[in-house]
């Protein structure tokens, strides 16, 4: 199997290229099984991957060499091991599921341009696929960029929609920001082991000082902010809601945003030797997981909630990071994969049925329109909430308890944060489902159940939802339970060796998932009392509320702190520099030649008088240039 592992993201490329060369002359049947069937082939071949190191171990297979030069060379290798065996799973499974999905969502489109989305959608895929497989950093950054340029393109897919543009575009720039300080670690690490290759720079890592280890991974942080959406660099992914919610379910839960996350799982070594960066990691993870939930608390558009959820669970997957339980944070990847997709391709269903309406407190009563989208959206609810025995209990739980060994004020703040996305995940769900329908006549005549290419999606994520988190059952519960842990050991096993080692009693973890599931249920039932009988007029819009509802007033921050004074750069150098100054001397030239010409030619004036008067004229100018006054007065001697 491992000789066949590049024909993983090959198939995904052969999609792009068929659909996006075909897009005109193609039908939207035939579109649609491309895309879909390519993603499904790419399945099957990680599922046997997933298989073959689970017996074999991991593999190296080296294509070509990449860069060739005297000084070094990167080879373009794919590495398959437990890391990205389960990437592999989580990118291609839910990867189908969603294109699948799409199939339906999308078919309003004109077949040109539903060729268009299926393409960028499997370049996507592809770009992801080359992220997780490439055996060093530098074929990692290309699958990295290749993502970034993915997420522009769809993110923007409506382009005649300018705010669409503008969110398509803030999402390309910031994260550039980003990949400029993972570009530099790379610079770093070339500069000083000469290779790039993962299993040559932990093997070396003696040979970097500390200084350089901290730098390196403060880089290589910085990267994984702006492409995981951190503080400071998390105002781009809410934006990403412009474009179509498949897009959304895809960037949210098996491609872009779990980048990071990936990263500094496979470079756990170089984080394991740099403490100062792990704190820095787990405090804006932290800071994050807080900061994104409260502004969830108060969003009424049903994306916009789910991406602050995004945000949020993004921060306790670099929480788990930056206190060293990689396991857990890969862990929470994987749950969330399955309650992140179910709940935005829910979202898509409620959206679609609502003829594009996203606000929640135009919905309400859709349980008994859309029985399926119903209860499989509040399994997902249920799995997020961290409710067991769903998948969300069991990983968000291993994140917490390792936070509460290395630090218990990081573990009451990640509860904290826990108890805020139970409530507004249930202020959705019953805006949403519960209650009156609160939208229009023509709205309510038209409400039906999606297609079954959208439901049976939603059906597979809700049982991925409740199940998915039992191949991580913690220890307390059952002595060598948690399979994945023992999967992915060979890939943590350096860093294992190295970090200090704190166990909790059996009884405390038991009460610390009592109280906190207690508090959790306890915070539901509240979120669902007060809303069930919500009526517009009784929203709150001033104070803390309206803070809340315009996100902290980040974005406008953003604009008068960077933004406006950049653009006022910008003009003082278009303006003063370029126009007045350069083009001005360019220019300038230009006028002076055309004013002169207009003057010369005012010369030929058709009069033989003049000319012979030029003539002469002429002829003594070149007697004055070409003699002396010596030669002149010789020869008016001889003349006189």
């Not at 895809?250 to 980048?259: C, D, F, G, K, P």
């Not at 804006?284 to 969003?299: C, D, P, R, S, V």
């Not at 994969?337 to 996203?358: C, D, N, R, T, Y």
Request: aromatic content about 14%; charged content about 10%; proline content about 3%.
């Amino acid at each position: 199997m491992s000789k066949l592992v590049y024909l993983i993201p090959l198939f995904p490329l052969l999609g792009f290229l068929i659909n996006g060369l075909g897009r005109r002359s193609l039908s939207k049947s035939m579109i649609a099984i491309v895309g879909s069937g390519s993603i499904l082939a790419s399945f099957v071949l990680s599922v046997l991957a997933f298989f073959d190191v689970k017996a074999n171990g991991a593999s190296v297979i080296t294509l070509f060499n990449f860069i060739d030069v005297e000084s070094f060379k990167v080879a373009f290798a794919f590495q398959v091991d437990q890391l990205s065996s389960i990437f592999l799973l989580i990118i291609t499974g839910i990867g189908f599921l969603i294109h699948l999905y799409s199939s339906a969502y999308m078919n309003d489109e004109e077949p040109q341009h539903y060729g268009r989305y299926f393409a960028y959608l499997n370049l996507f895929v592809f770009s992801m696929l080359l992220l997780v497989l490439g055996a060093n950093y530098v074929i990692m950054f290309i699958g990295w960029e290749g993502v970034g340029l993915c997420s522009y393109l769809l993110i923007g897919f409506w382009f005649k929609n300018n705010n669409y543009n503008y969110a398509a575009k803030k999402a390309f720039v910031m994260n550039r920001i980003g990949d400029l300080g993972f570009l530099l670690a790379v610079f770093w690490l070339l500069y000083k082991l000469g290779t790039a290759s993962y299993t040559e720079v932990f093997a070396h890592t003696a040979q970097l000082s500390s200084f350089d280890i901290t730098a390196i991974t403060a880089l290589l942080f910085i990267g994984a902010m702006g492409k995981s959406a951190q503080i400071p660099l998390y105002t781009w992914l809410p934006d990403a809601m412009a474009g179509p919610t498949p897009v959304s379910a895809l960037i949210h839960a098996a491609t872009m945003v779990t980048a990071g996350i990936y990263m500094i799982a496979r470079s756990n070594i170089l984080y394991t030797m740099a403490p100062a960066t792990q704190t820095l990691v787990a405090v804006i993870g932290l800071a994050t997981a807080i900061f994104a939930a409260t502004i969830a608390l108060k969003q009424n558009d049903i994306k916009k909630v789910l991406a602050y959820s995004t945000v949020s669970q993004l921060g306790y997957m670099f929480l788990g990071l930056g206190v060293g339980a990689y396991t857990g944070a890969v862990f929470h990847v994987m749950t969330h994969a399955f309650f992140k997709a179910l709940l935005f391709l829910g979202a898509g269903s409620v959206i679609h049925a609502m003829h594009h309406e996203q606000d929640i407190r135009k919905m309400g009563g859709l349980r008994k329109y859309m029985p399926i989208t119903h209860i499989t959206f509040l399994l997902a609810c249920l799995a997020i909430a961290g409710i067991p025995p769903f998948s969300g209990f069991f990983s968000k739980d291993e994140i917490l308890t390792a936070a509460f060994v290395k630090n218990p004020l990081y573990y009451f703040v990640g509860v904290a944060g826990a108890l805020m996305t139970a409530f507004y995940m249930f202020r959705l769900y019953t805006l949403t489902f519960l209650g009156q329908f609160r939208g229009t006549h023509e709205q309510e005549h038209h409400l039906h159940e999606s297609p079954w290419q959208m439901t049976f999606p939603l059906i597979v994520l809700a049982i991925l939802s409740v199940v998915g988190g039992w191949i991580g059952i913690p220890e307390v519960f059952a002595e060598n339970a948690h399979s994945l842990e023992k999967f992915l050991a060979p890939i943590f096993a350096e860093s294992t060796k190295l970090a200090e080692h704190h166990h909790l009693a059996a009884s405390q973890e038991y009460i610390m998932m009592g109280a906190s599931t207690a508090a959790i249920i306890i915070v539901i039932l509240f979120a669902v009392n007060s809303y069930k009988k919500y009526q517009t007029s009784e929203e709150e819009t001033a104070g803390v509320s309206k803070l809340l509802e315009n996100k902290w007033y980040i974005d406008e921050l953003y604009d008068a702190v960077i933004v406006n004074p950049l653009h006022a750069v910008a003009g003082f150098f278009k303006n003063i520099v370029e126009k007045s100054g350069i083009d001005g001397l360019v220019n300038g030239v230009g006028r002076l030649v055309g004013y002169g010409s207009r003057q010369l030619r005012l010369l030929q004036s058709g009069q033989v008088g003049s000319y012979i008067l030029m003539m002469v004229l002429a002829m003594v100018v070149f007697i004055l240039i070409w003699f002396n006054d010596a030669t002149i007065m010789r020869f008016l001697e001889k003349i006189f």
